[in-house]
């Protein structure tokens, strides 16, 4: 009659066990996947983390968001990411070139740019010609980022020579001071007038002047999480992501 009270304890014990090591297995903590991407993705890749992560609870998106060819810089110099994200394919190329990336990268979005002001244009700007006045103080994208390098394009094109105030490291860094009015006139892309249109309004560069830029993705040799990596991009080329993307003003080519 003794042996019965034990043995249930010790099945008890055995069960108790079998079920911690069940939870042990499923409670593991997601790993992270490191994406590096042009600043000017910041609101689309934000929405893109969450949905990743609500299907793929076993990665945790890390986004370094900065202007693409810092983050070019930093991936040459060896810090560890998984993938990389350019607003240029020229930056991207440099990394191809240096062995950087496994296979090929997709193109996955375009973009183009406008004229943005403080909200209510208290500098009376009409077009791309107000950017040689003095009177106003002009800001851009430091031209080694691709939103420096396209704002300029868009006004040799139109011949206008800008009298600029100040040169920024990114189109965030650039479109947060226009915001503030610290700044009376910039070229920013049209997604991120999207994204601070309750500060700047956006004021259309002429057809014959549009200049637009687009977006490869691609995984790294280096990734410390390839698997993690790959998920990612498929994502971000997949129906959802290129409806969250077309939702931040992005043209999916």
Known sequence: ?????????????????????????????????????????????????????????????????????????????????????????????????????????HVFAANTMVMAVPGGNPGGVIGLGDFEREALFVGLCAQSVPCGSLARQVLLDANVEPSVDTNEPDVRALLLKIGLAEIDLGMVYVTDAVAAASTVDAIPVPPQNAVSTLYPIARLVAAPNPDGGDAFIRFVVSDQGAEILEGHGFVIP
């Open 1 to 105: 009659m003794r042996s019965g009270p034990y043995l249930w304890i010790s099945v008890g014990a055995t069960v108790a066990l079998i079920a911690t090591g069940c939870a042990a297995t499923t409670s593991e903590e997601p790993t992270d996947v490191v994406v590096s991407a042009a600043a000017s993705l910041s609101d689309a890749f934000s929405d893109i983390e969450t949905a990743f992560e609500s299907a793929h609870p076993e990665f945790d998106v890390l986004l370094n968001l900065a202007g693409s060819a810092a983050l070019r810089e930093q991936i040459l110099e060896g810090a560890p990411a998984d993938v990389f994200a350019s607003a240029n394919p020229e930056v991207m190329a440099d990394v191809v070139e240096a062995g950087g990336v496994d296979g090929s990268p």
